[in-house]
């Protein structure tokens, strides 16, 4: 795969390890004949580690081998979160603090996670852009606020503590985006 052709979200092979790829900057070249250099923030999906990968214009990785399948959370105990292929019903594992990140979004009818399947193991979780969750604690709301664009704290069902507006009240239902933490809209 061309260095100009890696896109965030992908997964490449760097340094005999799966990783995916949280961010691109393209660095332009300031002088004639200078090549463009390509900067990418990515993770390793082994290790958990954050890696810096730098590629010129001509280079190239290798696309990593690797299945996403389609997935549900079952349960979670005080080590392990587990979940459950949708196609052939098969459990995976997974120790709480590798997905402590996804953790704060599972919920028992959450639809549209992968599994990130290496070598014939989950080594991840993908959730979906936006989650719906309810809000089980918040300060009320104050009459006649709602033309202003101020914002309070409100705790979702997972724990999950997002900024509001001020006119939400407890018991709604929420669309929150996955990938920064942040409330999105009404569900």
């Known amino acids: 795969m061309q260095a100009k052709e890696i896109k965030s979200g992908a997964i490449v092979n760097y340094n005999g390890a799966p990783c995916l790829i949280e961010s691109v900057n393209v660095q332009s070249p300031t ?20 890696v810096d990968i730098t590629l010129r214009g001509g280079e190239s990785l290798d696309e990593a081998d690797f299945r996403k399948r389609a997935i549900k959370f079952m349960y979670a105990d005080p080590t ?15 120790v709480k603090e590798d997905v402590a990140e996804e ?10 996670m992968l599994a990130l399947i290496y070598n014939d193991e989950c080594v991840g979780v993908q959730l979906p852009v936006t989650v719906e ?5 918040c ?20 724990g999950l503590i997002v900024q509001v507006p001020e006119y939400l009240a407890e018991g709604e ?4 985006d996955t990938r920064d933490g942040s409330y999105l809209s009404r569900a």
């Open 80 to 94: 392990h979160i587990h979940f459950l292929d949708q196609e052939n019903y098969e459990q995976y594992s997974l």
């Open 103 to 112: 953790a704060k979004y599972l919920t028992e009818n959450l639809e549209g």
């Open 139 to 158: 300060d009320p709301g104050i009459k006649g606020a709602s033309a202003t664009s101020r914002s309070k704290p409100a705790t979702l069902e997972t």
């Open 133 to 137: 969750l309810k809000v089980v604690q």
């Open 31 to 50: 002088a004639r004949g200078a090549a463009t250099y390509y900067k990418y923030r990515g993770r390793n999906l082994i290790t958990k580690q954050k």
């Open 173 to 176: 239902v929420i669309k929150v």
